[in-house]
């Protein structure tokens, strides 16, 4: 059995202002006290799935490279030693732009790490300040230059839908990445969630979320350009040149098993769905006493296990196999919802050939979410 193994580093120099994550600014003290938790729980679980090969490894947060090179490699040589990591095996780092320089990504690079994923967000710096970011435009442009230079697997993020953002603005930004050759793009559509304080600042009339027209004219851009640059879109926000694809992420929209290690991480190994303690202090106590770090798990039935296959698969360019569905969980997703496959077929959302639904990407991809409620039980 292959596995896809995430390991979490919940803290960042500052909160972004719409950020949700599980992550924290977070004293010298508490990194280093999670990061020898964090190494105590990888020794003890890595083991327990000795029958299982690790094809990806991916270090996120939070911001990883918070932590020097020397912590990071450590983290990643006792993966090796206490895992089945597959050679070859795809192995990510996140990143921001001020947080790395060319010789720590000579290092990093130096260290193991194959693939580099760096948060830009943005090439405007009014943009940059909306999001609440701890970098400038400059600092990013340097960052992408140091990194292409240094990775030949670079992966860069960006977000659209900023308050007072334009389809110039945007454009810009896009031509920019470009221009500097990353082999994947990831392009987020930007969330304004309860409790940040982006959130608060819309609620305060201080800025203007962008209406739903808009953003969608912003995602097409994205489609377009991208696709022009020959970048392939393969899921709902990710593009990538032949041979780019995410490995890691794929196993996450397959519905294949994964480990997640750290605080707050999520597991999907054997039909369970499990998460660690959210909070970065009690997941330290909770190592440190040799208790159990899960916080919460489910089994999924052969029903909810169907209905999220489909949820995940929808988000590719692949889409879901009905067939294949049916054969791993018994649940026939077909004749349960023949009425709404034709009704998305009908209306131009999804194509639907020898068993497999697949959303278009001109229609289908933007209202994602609302489809897939109705194949969740």
């Not at 996140?94 to 010789?103: G, I, Y």
């Not at 039935?301 to 018994?330: F, N, S, Y």
């Amino acid at each position: 059995m292959q596995i896809g193994l995430y390991v979490h580093f919940p803290f960042c120099i500052s909160k972004c202002r719409y950020c949700d994550f599980n992550s924290y600014p977070a004293p010298a003290e508490l990194r280093e006290r999670y990061l020898s938790a964090l190494t105590c729980e990888l020794q003890r679980r890595l083991p327990q799935l000795s029958e299982a090969s690790v094809s990806t490894v991916f270090f996120g947060g939070g911001t990883p490279t918070i932590y020097t090179t020397d912590e990071l490699a450590r983290v990643l040589r006792v993966i090796g030693s206490a895992g089945n990591v597959e050679p070859g095996a795809e192995v990510t780092c996140e990143a921001n732009p001020d947080t790395v320089s060319l010789q720590k990504l000579k290092a990093l690079r130096g260290a193991g790490f194959n693939r580099l994923s760096l948060g830009v967000q943005s090439l405007a710096d009014d943009e940059l300040q909306v999001l609440g970011r701890s970098h400038n435009a400059h600092v990013a442009s340097a960052a992408i230059a140091a990194a292409r230079e240094t990775f030949d697997n670079l992966s860069v993020d960006l977000i659209y839908g900023i308050p007072g953002q334009g389809v110039q603005s945007w454009g810009r930004t896009l031509y920019g990445i470009i221009r500097s050759k990353p082999d994947h793009v990831s392009a987020y559509g930007l969330m304004i969630e309860e409790g940040t304080p982006l959130h608060e600042m819309v609620a305060a009339g201080q800025v203007q979320p962008l209406d739903d027209d808009t953003y969608a004219d912003l995602y097409e851009l994205a489609q377009r350009t991208l696709g022009f640059a020959g970048y392939e879109q393969y899921e709902i926000s990710n593009f990538a040149r032949p041979g780019r694809r995410c490995t890691h992420n794929l196993t996450y929209w397959r519905n294949q098993p994964y480990l997640g290690c750290g605080a707050g991480a999520a597991s999907y190994l054997g039909g369970v769905r499990s998460m660690n303690v959210v909070d970065p202090e009690s997941y330290c106590r909770a190592v440190e006493a040799n208790g159990e770090v899960t916080a919460s798990q489910e089994h999924l039935d052969p029903a909810h296990r169907a209905g999220e296959t489909v949820m995940l698969c929808l988000r590719t360019i692949k889409g879901a196999d009905l067939r294949q569905i049916m054969r791993e969980c018994g649940t026939d997703l077909r004749e349960q919802h023949a009425d709404t496959i034709a009704t998305l077929v009908a209306e131009g959302i999804a194509t639907y050939d020898d068993g497999i639904l697949r959303l278009t990407p001109a229609k289908g991809f933007l209202l994602h979410s609302e489809i897939a409620r109705r194949f969740l039980v």
